[in-house]
């Protein structure tokens, strides 16, 4: 994968000097003048059908025949096909860059497009089955569909011997097929349609141990709270299409390619604040924002492979996508971004908070997820779209890395999550634990590891661009300071010191996925590295958060040494008519640049520093000072600000109230059912009366003909006395 | 006189007449006349045989058919095979076939002679295809003779069992008396053509001519001949009031082949309806306020009465009705765009009624046809995949979006508002909202109920009946899907009829 890897990126970077000869420049380049929108260059494809039809087989297969294919069938099945879907969108992406050559000389957007079926055409609603794949879809489209294939093959070894295997891999195919079809959706419909069906797929993989209730009940809370995000969604879909009349992102874009501020009469700028808003609300529940980010710590209830490869690298990052993806409507919507921004820097920091306490080791990385998605979304809010998708794109690699890390673990610990039973586990897991490190570092934000550049452009753009401002940066580095804090603190209590291991007559039962363990032996003993299946992916992975932020170098620091920003360039032409301009007064400050780069370093190295105090000096006593200090901290902080409280107070009990007292009591049980039970009881009284002719006599039936025969032709003669 | 004899367009005709004879022929030779008891009859040639008929017909339609150049009409007019005629041969052939797959287990199970009921598929079945390729008023009611007769005895095909005959005699009573009202109109038409038109002739499209240029001045003559063979045809599709036989005989009829009529027989009324009185001669001849209280009055009744079965067969069979009065909405609606809709519903109506007996097949057992509700109970916990195909099934008669009823509905609904037939179409839609009410007793059954009798559970699905069920599925879920496409075939055939 590698050599593959570094092919493309010198691909992209021969395009990329294209595109800065024949663009606007590149970098921050800030609208001057009138922009004179170049409509995208289109080619046509028929292997983009494949791509997303691929794992839809494999999902068919497997669940369909899972039982007769056997354990190797699925593998191949479940594996093979997201195997040749990578593939072919490895070849895709090929195709596209020799692409973004000659016919990129225009300097618009430029793409495949597939069109595969007309799908619903009615009065002026057109809406066709059609796929298609830009610089920005690309980048997705390699995350979903590599990624992906790397958490398959992990699944082997973590699901090996559930009862549930095919159905297993079933979903797993299934949810690719929609993250897919939201990925390359070539209108917001069909990007909807993959909006629920990874909907969808996410709450049956949540509950894949139903047998469990918390599981069912887990899988159930992110159903119903992604639904008020979906209404959101849709109605912000049906706003677009009442003003443009289109539900295609590439023509509302386009419509939109003016500087701001000079919009056309026809679109009024309210209407695209409320469609923004109505977006985010989507956006919100489908990445876990605040308010409606409380089902995702519950969703690791799931196995954890669904955990990393949907709760943490792809589907929960559809919100960020899809502001990317309409990034004309955002960049209009001023007002709407500030919500953006202003949700995801709480959202980082309150995750992050949480995080800091939590001892289940998959719950901590929950919330660094919410928070890292809070992240990104001040990306999005500052206007800084690419950095927003670069971001993105290397928690990804990190994220999943440290699922499947977790994930190992938890099956060498027999499912046990809690980490106080961890504990130098160094020892026995040496590539699980190298790997581990090397994402806590990337999310740490370390040079040169991944999450250093991506997370370190958010904060510069918190800052400088004209959206953001200095109580962002705060906010967001605190953040920052936190992320540092619970991960190593997670290294610490996990891989480093000394193993403790599970006391004798200790139950599983506060596991989340006790429900399985009835399958597995227990061969209690020293925990062991798992097999390759799961190694591997998890040392790609870890490479890549080594190497990935090497993609998207900012200027201040690869400029001097001819370093392109690889990504940045990429993505310039999906971007290219929405850039948000740096505050003038930071704009060109590379001094400030290059001190706010420092600082960032020192706070997580300072953040990493107090983790060894606390856990790595021997100080065990000092962890209780916190405690003791300030319990109302910790208590807050335990108990998670007490959200899931205060949504139970405030929302559900009123809710239930007026749900049972009004709404069920009269308007249900009086109202309604008065009418449907009167409709119905009428119906039913119509009926036994007309069926009383219906007495199974001919002569009666030929009569009853015989006298409607005679009633039709004395109205024709009746008609025609009157004519 | 004839002098165009294009042999070559009723090739799938003759192919299936031709596999009829060798059929009955085959089953005499294999049988020596009858099933022996406790034995088991080589039924499988007769079976194959039979599909393959269908199945090659069927194909040739789209392979060579639909695409000749040259003469589309033959004999002088009486045979015409536009695209119109063809795409209903095809939804005809796709009914017998289906079906025939549906008799095999069925026929199996109580030990009866397969030959015969085959060869009497196949002979209404090009019966069927005459009809729709009727350009005159002789081949119509050949056509007609050659679809019913057969349709009678298969009705009573059981003849050892009071229901069975009972239907048969009843269909065939009534079904004489109404072709003898269509035969009464064709010769007042006839006479009409003879005396207005100049020239005696039984064609259809100098009659229409004649009528169109004197639509000023008809005689009541004229148009009580219209109505005459509309009510004929009425009684095929069993439109209210004339549907009275319609629940008895599909009760009384062995299950596999009530499939067979109620989807076939339907779609060839539906398609000579329209041969006869599309576009707007029906309101040339007065009728077409006659026909929309016709459809009212069908769809009301259709969908009320369903709703009080407690036997499956009758609430389909009076879903049927229902189904047929959406049709005549379509048929009213007259425009290209509604007649593109009647063909759309004409095989949405199939695949989804032959899927629903499909499952009440699978349940049937040696003297026990399963037909209460009760027979239905737990089976989607036992087979989760049968109870889909059914509830697939009933969702799409109900017309629920994405599957294939519904895009009927919708294109038929939406094409008659468009020609101001606003309050049909609201009574349409509060009807078809009752029809949830007794499609989805079914799927309660199904899956919401416990079971009774465990002797049920050991019946293995027959390998043709899967077969059938997973064709029709993958057609409802397919036709809904790529219903834009599908339409705009659709729309050539149409153009066929017009021109």
Not at chain 1, 442 to 466: H, T
Request: proline share 4%; glycine share 10%.
């Amino acid at each position: 994968m590698q050599p593959l890897l570094a092919q493309t990126a010198q691909a992209i970077a021969a395009s990329a000097g294209q595109a800065v000869a024949h663009g606007a420049g590149g970098g921050h380049g800030a609208a001057e003048g009138p922009i004179v929108a170049v409509a995208p260059t289109v080619e046509a494809t028929s292997l983009l059908a494949v791509v997303i039809l691929l794992p839809l087989l494999g999902a068919a297969l497997n669940g369909f025949l899972g039982k007769r294919l056997g354990t190797q069938g699925v593998n191949l099945v479940g594996c093979g096909t997201v195997a040749l879907s990578a593939l072919l969108s490895w070849k895709l992406v090929l195709d596209l860059v020799q692409l973004s050559g000659p016919g990129h000389a225009a300097g618009g957007n430029f793409g495949l497009h597939q069109n595969l079926f007309p799908w619903i055409h009615v009065g002026s609603f057109q809406a066709d089955f059609a796929l298609w794949l830009d610089p920005l879809a690309a980048v997705m489209l390699l995350v979903v569909t590599n990624v992906g294939f790397l958490i398959h093959l992990y699944s082997i070894g973590y699901m090996k011997g559930d009862p549930g295997y095919a159905r297993f891999f079933a979903y797993l195919n299934l949810f690719l097929f929609s993250m897919l079809c939201l990925v390359l959706g070539d209108n917001l419909l069909v990007l909807f349609l993959g909006w629920e069906g990874v909907g969808l797929c996410s709450y049956l993989l949540i509950g894949f141990w139903f047998e469990d209730r918390a599981n069912a009940r887990a899988g159930k809370k992110a159903f119903v709270t992604n639904r008020v995000g979906d209404f959101g969604f849709a109605l912000g879909m049906m706003m677009l299409f009442a003003v443009f009349g289109t539900l295609e992102p590439q023509a509302i874009n386009q419509a939109l390619a003016v500087p701001q501020g000079s919009l056309p009469a026809t679109v009024p700028l309210w209407t695209l604040e409320a469609a923004a808003l109505l977006l985010f609300v989507g956006a919100c529940g489908k990445s876990a924002q605040i308010p409606l980010y409380i089902w995702l710590p519950d969703a690791m209830a799931g196995p954890t492979p669904v955990s990393a490869l949907i709760h943490a690298a792809t589907m929960v990052t559809a919100g960020v996508y899809m502001v990317a993806r309409l990034n004309g409507v955002f960049f209009h919507a001023e007002f709407a971004c500030y919500v953006v921004i202003v949700v995801g820097a709480s959202t980082a920091l309150l995750a992050a908070t949480i995080g800091l306490v939590q001892n289940d080791i998959k719950k901590v990385l929950a919330y660094s997820t919410v928070s890292q998605l809070g992240f990104m979304f001040v990306a999005m809010g500052a206007g800084a779209w690419a950095v927003g998708v670069f971001h993105l794109m290397t928690h990804a690699f990190f994220k999943a890395c440290l699922f499947l890390g977790s994930g190992s673990v938890i099956l060498a610990m027999h499912h046990e999550q809690d980490m106080r039973f961890y504990g130098g586990l160094k020892r026995f897991m040496p590539t699980t634990h190298w790997t581990f490190l090397f994402a806590t570092l990337a999310i740490a934000g370390i040079f040169p590891f991944a999450g250093f550049f991506s997370k370190d452009e958010i904060l510069w753009n918190a800052i400088a661009s004209q959206r953001g401002g200095t109580l962002i940066y705060a906010v967001v580095l605190l953040a920052a300071f936190c992320t540092a804090f619970y991960m190593f603190r997670i290294l610490w209590m996990t891989f480093w010191g000394e193993h403790r291991g599970v006391p004798e007559g200790h139950g599983h039962d506060h596991g989340a996925e006790s429900a399985d363990d009835d399958h597995h032996h227990h061969a209690h003993g020293d925990p062991q590295e798992s097999p390759w299946t799961m190694t591997v992916p998890l040392m790609v992975l870890g490479v890549l958060s080594l190497v990935g932020g090497f993609l998207g170098v900012p200027a201040v620091l690869g400029g001097h040494f001819g370093f392109p920003n690889l990504l940045h360039d990429w993505l310039h032409p999906v971007f290219q008519y929405s850039t948000v301009a740096l505050d003038p007064t930071m704009a060109h400050n590379h001094a400030m640049e290059y001190g706010l780069m420092a600082l960032s370093l020192g706070v997580a190295g300072l953040s990493i520093f107090l983790t060894w105090l606390l856990w790595g000096g021997g100080k065990d006593a000092l962890r209780d000072i916190f405690a003791e200090k300030s319990p109302w901290l910790h208590d807050l902080l335990w108990n998670k600000w007490y959200v899931d409280e205060l949504y139970e107070s405030v929302l559900l009990k009123p809710l239930v109230f007026v749900s049972r007292e009004v709404l069920w009591r009269i308007v249900d049980e009086v109202i309604i059912d008065g009418l449907v039970n009167g409709v119905a009881s009428f119906c039913k009284q119509a009926a036994d009366k007309m069926g009383r002719a219906q007495d199974g006599d001919v002569g009666n039936y030929a009569t009853i003909m015989v006298a409607g025969m005679v009633v039709l032709l004395l109205v024709i003669v009746g008609f025609g006395v009157g004519t | 006189m004839p002098t165009d004899l294009h042999f070559s367009l009723m090739i799938p005709e003759l192919v299936v007449l031709g596999s009829a004879v060798l059929v009955l022929l085959l089953d005499a030779v294999l049988h020596g006349g009858g099933p022996r008891p406790g034995e088991e009859d080589p039924r499988d040639t007769t079976l194959a045989l039979s599909v393959v008929g269908c199945v090659v017909a069927a194909a040739w339609i789209p392979a060579v058919l639909w695409n000749i150049e040259g003469p589309r009409s033959s004999f002088n007019g009486l045979f015409v095979a536009d695209r119109f005629s063809l795409f209903f041969k095809l939804v005809v052939l796709v009914g017998a076939a289906l079906s025939l797959l549906l008799s095999d287990s069925w026929l199996r199970r109580r030990r009866l002679s397969s030959g015969a009921a085959h060869a009497l598929v196949l002979f209404a079945t090009s019966g069927m295809m005459y009809m729709v390729s009727a350009g005159d008023m002789v081949t119509l009611f050949l056509g007609l003779e050659v679809m019913s007769i057969p349709v009678y005895c298969l009705a009573a095909l059981l003849r050892w069992e009071d229901r069975s005959v009972e239907a048969g005699v009843k269909y065939l009573v009534l079904g004489a008396f109404a072709t003898a009202i269509m035969l009464f109109g064709f010769a007042l038409l006839y006479g009409y053509q003879g005396l207005v038109g100049g020239v005696a002739t039984t064609q259809l499209e100098p009659l229409q001519t004649t009528l169109m240029a004197n639509a000023e001045a008809l005689p009541l003559y004229a148009r009580a001949g219209g109505l005459l063979v509309l009510i004929g045809l009425l009684f095929k599709i069993s439109a209210a009031p004339f549907h009275m036989w319609t629940p008895d005989v599909y009760e009384g009829a062995p299950l596999p082949f009530v499939a067979f009529m109620s989807v076939a027989v339907k779609a060839t009324a539906a398609a000579v309806l329209l041969r006869v009185f599309g576009g707007p001669l029906l309101a040339v001849l007065g009728l077409d306020g006659m026909l929309w209280v016709v459809a009212a009055f069908t769809m009301v009744v259709g969908n009320f009465m369903a709703l009080v079965q407690d036997n499956v067969k009758r609430m389909l069979a009076y879903s049927s009705i229902a189904h047929g009065g959406y049709i005549l909405v379509g048929v009213l609606a007259g425009s290209a765009e509604a007649q593109a809709g009647v063909l759309y519903y004409a095989l949405a109506y199939t695949v989804g009624n032959v899927a629903a007996f499909a499952v009440l097949v699978y349940l049937s057992r040696q003297g026990h046809e399963a037909e209460r509700f009760s027979d239905l109970q737990g089976l989607g916990a036992r087979h989760p995949l049968v109870g889909g195909v059914m509830v697939l099934a009933m969702l799409s008669l109900t017309g629920i979006p994405p599957l294939v009823g519904f895009f009927g509905k919708f294109v038929i609904f939406k094409a008659a508002v468009a020609q101001g037939y606003v309050g049909l179409t609201i009574l349409a839609l509060l009807t078809s909202a009752v029809s949830f009410a007794y499609y989805l007793r079914p799927v309660i059954a199904l899956f919401m109920r416990p079971t009774v009798g465990c002797e049920v559970a050991v019946i293995p699905v027959n390998r043709r009946v899967a077969l059938c069920m997973g064709l029709t599925s993958l057609a409802i879920c397919a036709l809904g899907v790529f219903s834009e496409s599908y339409l705009g075939w659709l729309s050539s055939a149409v153009l066929a009829l017009a021109g």
